[in-house]
T-cell receptor, first 116, second 110 residues
Framework: DVKVTQSSRYLVKRTGEKVFLECVQD?????MFWYRQDPGLGLRLIYF???????EKGDIPEGYSVSREKKERFSLILESASTNQTSMYLC???????????????FGEGSRLTVL | QKEVEQNSGPLSVPEGAIASLNCTYS??????FFWYRQYSGKSPELIMF????GDKEDGRFTAQLNKASQYVSLLIRDSQPSDSATYLC??????????FGTGTRLLVSP
């Protein structure tokens, strides 16, 4: 069974802390994505990666960075957490290359981050 | 930025009825379209995708695409209470980047 695993389901952090969200997929997928989901705003793409050591900015990259040192692992980093980064963070992966693929994203269970 | 618009709902239908969920998108050049279902507290999962104008059927689900009107819809026949969820429309922006709508919440009453 395909699996995308996010390291933490719930986190509570303080403003200014550095936060790491880890994501691992076991499907040998090339593409990995980080989204955040907020009520009324839907899913918004933060960063994505098509290959090891490469990254591309999504629609809302400010305040975030990512790391992809191994194909199966994609980490989201909040260098200095702020209250407006309180959200549900969803990691996803997809296989295939090229422009349009199948669009089938496999999502992890999500990490709910609260920044106080 | 490409936009995908959905009515947030909730859309309430009785069990056994047809539920019709609608989505419009801004980029006339968009090529591929997706419907994801998200149960409360869970992650989205793909239900269907459609690339060509017209209808695509899969069991009780039918996706409809009209590129001229920039309109995608999802019909759910014989709706069941287990279909109650939020349905997310998504458009491929290219290179497998999806732009999601904010979702329509569907409630199917027994």
């Amino acid at each position: 069974d395909v699996k995308v695993t996010q390291s933490s389901r719930y986190l509570v952090k303080r403003t200014g802390e550095k936060v790491f969200l880890e994501c691992v997929q076991d499907m040998d997928h090339e593409n990995m994505f980080w989204y955040r989901q907020d009520p009324g705003l839907g899913l918004r793409l933060i960063y994505f990666s098509y290959d090891v050591k490469m990254k591309e900015k999504g629609d809302i990259p400010e305040g975030y960075s990512v790391s992809r040192e191994k194909k199966e692992r994609f980490s989201l980093i909040l260098e200095s957490a702020s209250t407006n980064q309180t959200s549900m963070y969803l990691c996803a992966s997809s296989g295939g290359q090229g422009s349009y693929g199948t669009g089938e994203l496999f999502f992890g269970e999500g990490s709910r981050l609260t920044v106080l | 930025q490409k936009e995908v618009e959905q009515n947030s709902g909730p859309l309430s239908v009785p069990e056994g009825a047809i539920a019709s969920l609608n989505c419009t998108y801004s980029d006339r050049g968009s090529q591929s379209f997706f419907w994801y279902r998200q149960y409360s507290g869970k992650s989205p999962e793909l239900i269907m995708f459609i690339y060509s104008n017209g209808d695509k059927e899969d069991g009780r689900f039918t996706a409809q695409l009209n590129k001229a009107s920039q309109y995608v819809s999802l019909l759910i026949r014989d709706s069941q209470p287990s279909d109650s969820a939020t349905y997310l429309c998504a458009v491929n922006e290219g290179f497998q980047k999806l732009v999601f709508g904010t979702g329509t919440r569907l409630l199917v009453s027994p």
